[in-house]
């Protein structure tokens, strides 16, 4: 028994016009090949009240600058204002690295340990780096906890840690 | 594993189940051999140049609509960039089943429309001999990835239809869907192309080839 059982002129004409058709798509579907931009995997922070249980608000900062301990005269970000998120480069020569967030009226150093994996993204937007945070660790003077959300660092748009500050700032 | 990546499968075994049920013979049918050439793969260098796929197929029609399929091919990658290079040679296989669901029109008798089931074999072996990895603060790192073995299997399902041109010279177009049973994942890199599977990017994949076909009959 076939399935079909008529195949005329005018049916060989649909089916050969299909597969030009899907050529067409599939060619479409497969144009991925424009690198438009190469991005550093950065650690994203998000800020969060300290007392708020559900982690639905981000907390915001005043302001506050960033470098890093092995560079201190060359800060990550300058000074910046009503910040609730932040984005830090992780360093692609070594398996760690220390950030000083200076809060003005406090600083707070965070240390990470995480493992490096290089990553073919494509043949024409090259390689990146995937980061997989192993351990962190931070001082205390205005930070009040950290949570790591997600160890995986790499070019989703994941929040991976969380920093607890105050509601008030200390003294005001 | 998602249960219903594999449910594209069950038409295509639904339909070749139909088809093994035939009953009778045709007594006027001749055994075949089919010659081929895909000739998807050098149309695909034209867009990207960096790769190249070259696949020869074989059928045996052994009893009237029943094909046995055997297809090969090699595949090779060879990028030069300013911040990476990326090269990769590989060959594939994939055998499998064809059945003809056409009924036989007596002005074009040779003339099939085929469901197809596959399994497929590949095997590559890949290295980036440079890298240059970005970070604008902390500055460039230039590594490398040494020559690493990949191998995969999978399975493929497809439609497809050949038509004869000319005399046993046939033009023939097939779309296939696969899924990845497993393969050997490398910790430092995976694979841009799969010899066979064509990208990487995920378990499945999807893809349109053509061919140019001889056929020889047996008697």
Known sequence: MHALNTYSFFTRRIVWLVAIILTVLLSACDDDEVCEEITANNLRIGFYPAEQEDEEFWATIDSLMVHSLEKPDDPVHDTLYTVSSLELPLNIHASSAAFVIDFFHARDTLWLQYNKETHLISVECGFTVFFDIQEVEHTTHYVEGISLETSEVTSTLDEHIQIFVPDTIPGN | ?219
């Open chain 2, 1 to 219: 594993m998602n249960i219903f990546k594999y449910l594209f499968l069950i038409p295509f075994l639904a339909i070749s189940q139909l088809a093994m049920t035939e009953e009778g013979h045709d007594t006027l049918f001749v055994p075949s051999v089919r010659l081929g050439v895909d000739v998807s793969g050098f149309a695909r260098h034209l867009i990207e140049p960096e790769s190249i796929t070259g696949e020869i197929t074989l059928d045996v029609e052994w009893r009237k609509s029943h094909f046995f399929v055997v297809e090969g091919g090699l595949m090779e990658v060879d990028v030069e960039k300013e911040t990476h290079v990326y090269q990769a040679d590989g060959y594939f296989m994939r055998i499998g089943p064809d059945f003809n669901i056409l009924e036989r029109n007596p002005d074009s008798p040779n003339d099939v429309l085929l469901v197809s089931l596959r399994y497929g074999y590949g095997k590559l072996e890949h290295e980036a001999p440079f890298i240059m990895l970005p970070s604008p603060y902390w500055g460039g790192r230039e590594t490398a990835i040494p020559p690493e073995t990949y191998q995969a299997h999978w399975l493929e399902a497809g439609i497809g239809l050949k038509t004869e041109i000319w005399r046993n010279l046939f033009l023939g177009w097939s779309l296939r869907g696969r899924l990845m049973l497993s393969d050997t994942s490398s910790p430092a890199m995976d694979p841009y192309l799969i010899s066979g599977f064509g990208k990487s990017d995920n378990n499945t994949s999807l893809s349109l080839q053509y061919q140019i076909m001889y056929r020889l009959p047996l008697q």
